[in-house]
């Protein structure tokens, strides 16, 4: 069985991202080593849950990863969907964070999502199934 392990998300500024993605969003961090010449590589994943999946803060410089990034996110292009059991409110609880929403809690079809700004380059989705009926 093939299934995912970790997943990247290239970014401006990893300590800022490690900073957002735990004390913002609320991630735990599962690896945070040092590597040569200053560079570290850190991963966060779902606090208390889905231990086996780990989302890697990637630099986001370089002449694949920047324009890349940044393509995404002029184009409004989330560069991640996290799964979340209340689209409502946790944005509500973000923006009390300060957190930057481009687009608010919004029914598309049979999901809820949500579009914001993770501070480090990139727009993520949060999603929820939205209710039956």
């Known amino acids: 069985m093939i299934r ?7 970014v401006d500024d990893v300590a800022k991202a490690h ?3 735990t004390d913002v969003l ?3 961090t599962r690896h945070h080593v040092d590597m040569v010449a200053g560079q ?3 991963t966060v994943g779902a606090a208390g849950a889905q231990p086996d999946v780990e ?6 410089e370089g002449p694949i990863a920047e324009p890349y990034r940044k393509a995404l996110y002029e184009a409004g292009i989330p560069c991640i969907v996290f799964g979340v059991d209340d689209v409502r409110a946790e944005h509500e609880r973000l923006v009390g964070l300060g957190v930057r929403f481009t687009q608010g809690p919004e029914a598309q079809g049979p999901v809820i999502t949500a579009v914001l700004d993770d501070t ?3 727009l993520v989705q949060l999603m929820q199934d939205a209710p039956a009926g």
């Open 55 to 60: 989302l890697l803060l990637e630099p986001g």
């Open 19 to 21: 900073a957002f993605y």
């Open 4 to 10: 995912v392990a970790m997943t990247g998300v290239y």
């Open 40 to 42: 570290v590589f850190v």
């Open 120 to 122: 480090v380059g990139n």
């Open 26 to 28: 609320g991630f735990e």
